[in-house]
């Protein structure tokens, strides 16, 4: 047992939808997560807790030390993750250790608790804003048709596989955290959520998916995906921005890259 009078606090660490403390107990480091409550509608922390046992068994995250029910959790800190800089991460040493993170995980063959349904996620969001702004209206509208008669081939995915979310354990091997949005769903939405976090160039890309194995012929759902993410952190970000106005960069960041990535994926795939 944990009491949290026993840990010693040594520094507020980062985080968008979470606060997340660096402590100690017994002279071993933790992490320790105050989840963000406004969101409690919209995250499940059961199904966080699962994902995370199984992810956990299939070897690419830590253990909970603790997890409350309502998502209060404590996991293992490891310090070599301070030497996982964004620069280091795009280097083709760590590509091909992103790239085997996450090829294993979409591998393992087993199945999360929960099955990610994009358009749910997308009225969830709707639903929090007062009001759909017009834009976001056309855009979904884009959206939705490029997305009729997509593949269903559902693998265990992390769904929020950007820079911040990969850990080190040692100089030998990343892991994933915060399973918040974990679900069953398309093994190429968590490649391209790393891909547009990171802005990866066309040639750190390429490194990625020769490591990773990304099929030629899945390289149009990658693309898809990536649209699907912008237009969906955008109304997350639409959403924060009711509570922080300082998200309206992050906001304007994600749309103006979904513009101009639909108007490249009409040149190169002519689904307008």
């Not at 850990?167 to 891909?195: G, H, M, R, T, V």
Request: with cysteine; hydrophobic share 35%; aromatic share 12%.
């Amino acid at each position: 047992m944990y009491l949290i009078q026993e840990l010693s606090y040594i520094k507020r660490l980062g985080g968008l939808t979470n606060l997340n403390f660096l402590v100690a107990h017994k002279g071993q480091k933790y992490v320790l997560r105050f989840p963000a409550h406004e969101f409690e509608d919209i995250i499940n922390r059961q199904h966080e807790k699962e994902n995370q046992r199984i992810a956990a068994e299939i070897g690419v995250t830590v253990d909970n030390v603790v997890f409350t029910d309502d998502g209060i959790k404590m996991t293992p800190y490891y310090d070599a993750t301070a030497n996982l800089t964004r620069d280091l991460i795009v280097t083709p040493e760590y590509l091909e250790k992103v790239a085997d993170v996450l090829s294993t995980l979409h591998s393992s063959n087993r199945e999360f608790t929960n099955r990610f349904n994009y358009w749910e996620e997308v009225e969830k969001y709707k639903s929090t804003l007062t009001e759909m702004p017009s834009l976001y209206v056309l855009l979904e509208e884009r959206v939705r048709n490029l997305t009729q008669g997509e593949r269903l081939e559902y693998v265990p995915c992390h769904m929020d596989s950007v820079t911040g979310n990969f850990i080190q354990k040692d100089a030998k091997q990343l892991l994933l955290i915060d399973w918040e949005y974990s679900a069953n769903y398309l093994p190429e939405w968590d490649l391209a959520a790393f891909i547009l976090e990171r802005e990866l160039s066309e040639q750190q890309e390429q490194v990625l998916l020769d490591y990773y194995g990304l099929p030629a012929a899945s390289k149009e759902s990658l693309d898809l995906q990536k649209l699907k993410s912008d237009f969906l952190w955008s109304l997350w970000s639409l959403v924060k921005e009711l509570e922080d106005p300082s998200f309206e960069a992050y906001t304007a960041k994600r749309t103006e890259r979904l513009i101009e990535g639909l108007e490249q994926y009409y040149r190169l795939y002519g689904n307008e």
